[in-house]
């Protein structure tokens, strides 16, 4: 059963916060949670070209940093 969330009155703002209140739920017991498949064939991917050298990490700070440059 879907609760029922009065939608059409909240603002962006409550929104946001239910959000990050349900994810925060979530993310105590992320074993309840079963990644997809292609979540792991992804990983394995990314694994494999950053070993032939075809890519690279980047600290999270910079990747964020250079998200906000590009979308702001």
Request: aromatic residues 6%.
């Amino acid at each position: 059963m879907l609760p029922k969330l009065p939608l059409d009155e909240m603002s962006v703002e409550e929104k946001l916060q239910t959000i990050e209140v349900l994810w925060d739920s979530l993310s105590h017991d992320p074993d309840v949670i079963e990644s997809p498949q292609w979540h792991g064939e992804i990983l394995a991917q990314r694994e494999q070209a950053i070993e032939r050298g075809e890519d690279e990490f980047e600290d999270w700070e910079t990747a964020k940093k250079q998200l906000r440059d590009e979308l702001l």
